[in-house]
């Protein structure tokens, strides 16, 4: 079940809020002005949350490699389009700012 709450009356609830979610197991969104803001899960929900998102971005990586091998660019395509990005290796690491291994 998921229980929503204005940020203003969430800031005075916080700890009602936290045994809301933690011992009866509900997700609890914070709004602002009507508007979903952010929103706590237990620790478990969240680690599911994360092994799934983990999952899709693996499949998506194989999806790609298998079309990639499969339709090769045509000669000039990068210059024509402006593509400056390239496929690396999942092993190579994530080398994007904040993203440290």
């Keep these: 079940m998921t229980y929503e709450i204005p940020v ?3 800031r005075a609830a916080l ?8 011992y009866g ?3 609890v969104v914070v709004t602002r002005h009507g508007k979903p803001l952010v929103a706590l899960v ?15 971005e693996d499949e998506v990586i194989s999806t790609f490699s298998k079309v990639r091998d499969d339709a090769p660019s045509a000669p000039g395509e990068r210059q024509r389009f402006g593509i400056a990005a390239q496929h690396r290796d999942p092993a190579a690491g994530d080398r994007r ?3 440290e291994s």
């Design 8 to 10: 203003t009356q969430a």
């Design 15 to 22: 700890a009602d809020l936290i045994n809301r979610v933690v």
């Design 25 to 27: 197991g509900e997700r």
């Design 42 to 56: 237990s620790a478990a929900d969240l680690e599911r949350l994360q092994e799934g998102s983990a999952a899709a």
């Design 97 to 99: 700012p904040g993203r």
